[in-house]
């Protein structure tokens, strides 16, 4: 059964469930279950791979059975997307007292939940993203501001942009893994190769690599960390040195 293209500004969330057929829904199956197979198919093969039949045989069902509970593959992988954006950790406000702690916390997280499920970054431009699990995580950083006197598009800026740069630098990083994975090798020897096919191009490139910190010594999976930490602190100190210059009331 092959799926129609759906409007992109349809929703799962957004969208009433269509009336199921006549019947008693298939034995072994819940909508919980197969969103946990979608996610783990997803962890594992990506989403090229993703087909509703290769579902359905994991599942060890037909693909109609699958049918029963949701009404579309797109709909389906965004209930998985939103299923991966509830394996973060979004902390109380109250756990750390102020907005900057808690939204450099919220964007290690949202770096950490695209690293864990590579095929997330790639699906949320594809969707609406307004589940439970996306809203949730929304309404925590607005939140964590609304005490700074930001308002307006001022507001809606300084969230994007902690949550903006987090997705950026992920979906780089999910793009370099899939690299990696079809070289079959570790990433710091796929690396290493790249940076000598480089510097044999262009000698520059072995100065500019000990410049951003990724010397032949360090592992190239702690200078990305290290550098997604900077570039965080900048945004933080960006949005904070906004806040500074509010008129006083």
């Not at 991966?84 to 939940?113: I, K, N, S």
Request: some cysteine.
């Amino acid at each position: 059964m092959a799926d129609k293209p759906r409007d992109p500004a349809m929703s799962v969330w957004l969208t009433p469930p269509k009336r199921k057929k006549r019947g008693s829904a298939p034995t072994g199956l819940s909508r919980e279950r197969i969103i946990g197979t979608a996610v783990a198919l997803l962890d594992g093969e990506g989403v090229d791979a993703f087909s509703m039949r290769r579902l359905a045989a994991e599942l060890d069902v037909t693909p109609m059975s699958v049918y029963w509970y949701v009404d579309s593959k797109d709909d389906l992988l965004e209930l998985a997307l939103d299923a991966a954006f509830g394996t973060m950790r979004v902390p109380p406000l109250e756990d750390h007292g102020d907005w900057r702690r808690h939204l450099y916390v919220m964007a290690h997280e949202y770096r950490r939940c695209y690293l864990e499920h590579p095929w997330a970054a790639e699906l949320l431009g594809r969707y609406l993203s307004v589940g439970p699990n996306a809203m949730l995580m929304s309404s925590s950083a607005m939140s964590a501001l609304a005490g700074t006197g930001l308002t307006g598009d001022a507001l809606a800026g300084a969230v994007a942009l902690v949550f903006q740069y987090a997705y950026g630098v992920a979906l780089a990083e999910s793009m370099w893994a899939r690299r990696v994975r079809q070289q079959q090798d570790d990433e710091d020897t796929v690396y290493r190769k790249m940076q000598d096919m480089l510097a044999d191009h262009d000698s520059r490139f072995t100065e500019w690599e000990e410049q951003l910190g990724y010397g032949r010594r360090q592992g190239f999976s702690a200078a990305r960390n290290r550098q997604f930490d900077q570039g965080l602190e900048m945004a933080l100190a960006g949005i904070e040195a906004a806040v500074a210059a509010l008129p006083e009331e």
